[in-house]
């Protein structure tokens, strides 16, 4: 029995939505969480590698934003402005055109929409399709956009799909990258498709995609592929949109996914790690020439989140005014690579997805997947999986979890593997 009253889980399965869906498998009541570990009401603690699937790229409660934070609500700091001028909003912005946007060129305005990713997406779609006067938004197999309707319209999974109890309209789907395995160039067919008068595609308003499909199981689209779709939508008059929710703020690799593949969005969803603290905070970065929407067009009364203001500001300054912490992701996403190798040596025929911080190894089934991080969050880790079938194990660790913690959490991992696969061939003799 537990015994401190916080860790009494009765309350969820009383009055607790049925949606809930992490906490079954992580059936923890959690009571702090700082840098890469979780301590559950029992005193364990646990390394994270699911980060708020990627909401906390830098960690649980970073000290510097934390700080920044406690002083700004000590000192009476606005807490919510509607979309009011505020200091720290001003702060942020001036962080992001300062570190991010003028470095790399980008003359994109920012939109801050309502807080989820989903709503980034939805303005985003909504963007393209007023921009061009067209309905038709291009999007992928195994794509993942969020649940409102104008989003899952773009996502693909059918159980997602299933939930929306209306029709999902204005989008075609068209095979990732590599869907039809080695040797055929999806960029083809999407061209070919495109060309023909008759390829029954309606004139797009966007092409919208990830270049790494978090949710749809670590698809990482090969930065040719990426470079054709986007010439594509120009020579067609598409807007390019990439969602970068769960690939940006370093998780690939880059603080945009897309930067080393020698394109430039026109629009660019942003969520989970830009308030950098796990707060909510979404944007929809756009070409001057396309932020065309009138004062309240899409609004929303929560796009004014001044404490994300606060803490995101912290960290562009913290992480990205110079290149060292992305040196410091090349070196981790090495080691993770290196690790990933030998879980899928335990298992046959599994295969290593994703890049960068984003990576994961294909178990073959969704229940091994399961078995695997099951076993590993009784040994003391929270990890999950993604895919159509869940069966990619996923690491999502924290960019700043450091070295050692870092390779324990992948040992246990790895140990996990080897008693799931040793007690599965057990069972197969
Ligand atoms: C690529 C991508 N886009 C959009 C979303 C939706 O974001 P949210 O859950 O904040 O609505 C997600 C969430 O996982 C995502 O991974």
Not at 231 to 260: M, N, P, W, Y
Request: glycine share 10%.
């Amino acid at each position: 029995m537990p015994t401190d009253k916080s860790a009494d889980k009765t309350v969820f399965d009383r009055r607790e939505s049925e949606v809930r869906s992490y906490c079954r498998g992580i059936d923890r009541v959690f009571t702090r969480a700082v840098g890469s570990e979780m301590t559950d009401a029992s005193g364990r603690s646990y390394i994270d590698f699911l980060a708020g699937c990627s909401s906390l790229n830098y960690g649980h409660n970073d000290p510097d934003m934390k700080e920044a934070l406690v002083e700004h609500i000590a000192g009476d700091g606005v807490a919510h402005g509607l979309d009011l001028h505020t200091d720290v909003k001003a702060g942020f912005l001036e962080a992001f055109e300062r570190h991010i946007l003028k470095p790399r060129d980008m003359d994109h305005k920012v939109m801050f929409t309502g807080p989820t990713g989903a709503n980034a997406v939805e303005a985003a779609m909504k963007i393209a399709r007023k921009v061009t006067g067209r309905t038709n938004i291009i999007a992928f197999t195994n794509g993942f956009h969020g649940v409102t309707l104008g989003a899952l319209a773009a996502t693909a999974n059918s159980y997602h799909r299933g939930g929306a109890g209306t029709t999902l309209e204005g989008v075609t789907r068209m095979p990732f990258d590599r869907y039809m395995g080695e040797g055929f160039d999806t960029a083809d067919l999407l061209e070919a498709m495109l060309n023909d008068k008759s390829g029954g595609i309606d004139a797009p308003a966007a092409i919208l995609l990830e270049t790494v499909q978090g949710e749809g199981g670590l698809n990482a689209a090969r930065p040719e592929w990426v470079r054709r779709v986007a010439e594509l939508a120009k020579q067609h008059g598409a807007l390019l949109i990439v969602d970068d929710i769960q690939a940006g703020c370093g998780r690939s690799g880059t603080f945009f996914s897309f930067e080393e593949m020698g394109v430039s969005p026109d629009v660019i969803t942003m969520a989970k790690s830009v308030s950098g603290f796990g707060l909510p905070m979404a944007l929809t970065l756009v070409r001057p020439e396309h932020d065309i929407f009138g004062p309240a067009e899409h609004n929303g009364t929560f796009r004014g989140n001044t404490h994300a203001f606060v803490t995101a500001r912290v960290a562009i300054e913290k992480f990205w005014a110079d290149d060292a912490f992305q040196k410091e992701i090349a070196a981790k996403a090495d080691i993770l690579t290196r690790a990933l190798e030998d879980v899928a040596g335990l298992v046959p025929g599994s295969r290593l997805k994703g890049r960068g911080m984003m990576q994961g190894v294909d178990v073959g089934s969704g229940e091994l997947a399961e078995e695997i991080c099951s076993r590993a969050f009784d040994k003391g880790l929270i990890i999950e999986t993604s895919g159509p079938e869940d069966e990619v194990v996923k690491v999502l660790a924290p960019l700043t979890t450091p070295e050692d913690m870092f390779r324990k959490g992948l040992n246990i991992l790895l140990d996990a593997a080897r008693d799931v696969t040793a007690s599965t061939k057990v069972a197969a003799e």
